[in-house]
């Protein structure tokens, strides 16, 4: 028997997402989330696609990734997917930072871990959930091909002229001070995927893919290639998020530490967790933003134009980067389902060649699709990410292609 089954690990810093895919047809054979890892009040959903397979619930603590994944693969082994199964190929997992040195997914060995485990400086809420999902991967099946997937690996390709700061240089590179950006592989996918909707090659295409979820970022794609992105040496730079700053004066920093008497530490936990929508107004979730300003309250409108100005600074930044551009895409919990936030972005840029259709941006659907006036010069297109889809693609098209050279 021929093993096509792939399982996906995204291990975030509270939670972990997983899919089981077959990589025959793409079919998902089991789906399911673990989050407030950490917390009392963890709960695992787990999914199974098979038939007659019933979703299942567990609400009691999870102490950290290594007993969530624990879980996970008993919650697998109870639909007969378990980990143990001679049809699994290999595990693919997500992982946020893989600093310059990775520029495509990688068979994990010991180096890669050491590579990974060295960047956690630059990743503190990512690198080591990932790094947990490994080790508790390899210690489950030692035998597996165990393949990352680096969210830093698609933006590789920027030129120097967008990926260095305009700061010393003996320092930066001492450091490896560069934009890295993250969010690569839901950016690849989303671009690619547009240039389809759009009934063109990739090559030919330039688009100004918008990834909002938790985090948030834009990216700069000029015929399949990345010329920029927003996150920057950590996913803290750009957009406004669900709890962080993005960009903000660096001298902020400075005048935190010496008048505000605060560490490092402190605002570091202030950017990151503090800051973004929940700092502006308390709340980190577009849906519950969108009722309270149908309530007329007054903080929320504001976290909410905030948002937005950054966001349509960012498509005004692009658009004249790459000097043309064919499409707009808006991805990711945030892209894919709030009207509101495409609707304002794009609101007054007609003279680029941006607007909504009203009707067409109010549809829901898992679809990708066209929500911009027909002839429109640029299209604005609603695009669901696919990161686990991607992840397994690669993964699988990794390990397929190590078996063949084995055999030869
Ligand atoms: N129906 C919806 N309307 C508006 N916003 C939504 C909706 N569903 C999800 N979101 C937003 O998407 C966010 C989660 O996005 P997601 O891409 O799943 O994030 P992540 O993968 O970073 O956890 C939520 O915090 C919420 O703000
Ligand atoms: C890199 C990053 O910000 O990832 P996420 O959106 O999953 O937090
Ligand atoms: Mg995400």
């Known amino acids: 028997m021929t093993a096509t089954r792939i399982l996906v690990l995204n291990s975030g810093s509270s939670s972990v997402k997983y899919q ?10 089991a789906v399911g989330l673990v989050e407030r890892i950490g917390e009392e009040t963890s709960r695992l959903k787990h999914t199974p696609l098979t038939e007659g397979g019933r979703a299942r619930e567990q609400n009691r603590a999870i102490a950290d990734h290594d007993e ?5 693969a008993e919650e697998l082994a109870r639909d007969g997917l378990g980990l143990d199964s001679p049809e ?3 595990i693919g997992h997500r992982v946020v930072h893989g600093g310059q040195l990775f520029t495509q997914p990688t068979v994990i060995d010991g180096a890669v871990l050491g590579e990974v485990e060295r960047l956690i400086p ?3 809420l990512h690198n080591p959930a990932n790094l947990t999902g490994i080790r508790t991967a390899m210690s489950l099946r030692p035998d597996l091909p165990q393949v990352a997937v680096f969210d830093t690996a698609f933006h590789t390709t920027m030129p120097e002229s967008a990926a260095r700061y305009a700061i010393d240089v003996a320092t930066a590179d001492e450091h490896r001070i560069r934009r890295y950006g993250f969010h690569g592989t839901s950016h690849a996918y989303v671009s690619r995927r547009t240039a389809e909707l759009l009934g063109r090659r990739p090559e030919e295409v330039n688009v100004i893919v918008l990834h909002l979820g938790n985090g948030a970022s834009a990216s700069a794609v000029r015929g399949g290639v990345c010329v920029d992105t927003s996150m920057g040496l950590t996913p803290l730079e750009g957009l406004v998020m669900g709890t962080r700053s993005g960009d903000v004066d660096p001298a902020v920093i400075f005048h935190l530490m010496r008048v505000g008497k605060m560490s490092a530490d402190e605002i570091d936990v202030l950017l990151n967790k503090k800051s973004g929508l929940t700092g502006l107004c308390g709340d980190n979730d577009m849906r519950e933003i969108r009722r309270r300003i149908d309530e007329g309250d007054e903080a929320a409108r504001l976290a909410f134009e905030i948002y937005v100005h950054r966001l349509k600074k960012y498509i005004g930044a692009y658009y004249a980067v790459l000097g043309r551009v064919d499409a707009v895409a808006f991805t990711a919990g945030v892209g894919e389902n709030a009207a509101p936030v495409r609707e304002a972005a794009v609101a007054g840029l007609q003279e680029l060649g941006l607007a909504v259709d009203g009707e067409l941006n109010a549809v829901r659907s898992d679809e990708p699709r066209i929500v911009s006036p027909e002839h429109a010069r640029v299209a604005v297109a609603v695009v669901p990410t696919d990161e686990e889809l991607e992840i397994a693609r690669q993964t699988y098209a990794l ?9 030869d």
Do not use: F, I, Q
């Open 88 to 90: 699994l190929a290999a």
């Open 399 to 407: 390990v397929a292609n190590r078996a063949g050279e084995h055999h």
């Open 20 to 29: 089981l895919l077959d990589m025959r047809d793409d079919a998902r054979l």
């Open 68 to 72: 969530a994944l624990k879980a996970v």
């Open 122 to 124: 630059v990743a503190p």
